[in-house]
């Protein structure tokens, strides 16, 4: 088993893109990242290599668990009495304003009926949503609201495992791959860039690929 700290170090990036999957979903990135660094932490303390499965597949699973856990229990982010008291008053005018005018009143429209800024007036509405539930319980769901989430767990798996293959690759086989795939460079044009016959780019790329399909499997 690879040691704790250099394996955590090294994939950090990891809970990045975990992290950033739940952006503007009402809870602060910082307690997103520090959600996702625990899980990265569980994740090489459990992982045994003699598995065969890379770290980056075993460890996404763990980190996006303990992300989706901090939205089960609501979030750290604390709200003030005045925050809950404007929220309860702005909810209250936002319905007055709807029933009256028959539309979905503007921020500045609810800023000026309240005597607030405009900025005071969005966190008031952020704090009178309900909670999201990310995972579908199964249980009573008249008591919390589902928005569809498309599940980031295979694709950040198969772009992180991905990655990890290209980097484990010769330099001068990665820049093959990288002409070919990531700029779309044709295998004559490849050819050129790095003074080979098409027909010698070929054939390495062939066995290039069947070695990062063997890789990844």
């Known amino acids: 088993m690879a040691e704790p700290r250099p394996l955590a170090q090294d994939n950090l990036g990891l809970v990045h893109l975990c992290a950033n999957r739940f952006r503007n979903r009402g809870i602060e990135y910082e307690e997103l990242y ?29 980190i996006l668990g303990e992300i989706k856990r901090l939205f089960r229990d609501g979030g750290a982010v604390k709200v003030s009495r005045s925050v809950k008291e404007l929220s309860l008053k702005v909810t209250r005018l936002r319905e007055e304003l709807m029933l009256k005018n028959g539309s979905e009143p503007t921020v500045s429209q609810l800023a000026q009926a309240c005597g607030s800024d405009e900025e005071s007036v969005v966190e008031a509405l952020n704090v009178s949503l309900a909670p999201v539930s990310l995972t579908d319980s199964g249980d009573d769901k008249s008591r919390q609201i589902d928005i569809p989430v498309e599940p980031p767990d295979e694709d950040i798996t198969e772009k992180l495992s991905l990655r990890q293959v290209l980097g ?15 700029k779309s460079l044709t ?31």
Request: proline share 3%; hydrophobic share 40%; charged share 30%.
């Open 34 to 62: 520090s959600a996702g660094c625990i899980g990265l932490l569980k994740a090489v303390r459990a992982f045994d290599e003699k598995r065969g499965v890379m770290f980056s597949t075993y460890a996404v699973p763990v």
């Open 168 to 182: 484990e690759l010769d330099p001068r086989d990665r820049q093959l791959i990288c002409l070919r795939y990531y």
């Open 187 to 217: 295998q004559t044009q490849t050819a050129r860039v790095m003074d080979m016959t098409q027909v010698q780019v070929s054939r390495r790329e062939k066995k290039i690929l069947e070695a990062m399909r063997k890789s990844l499997l």
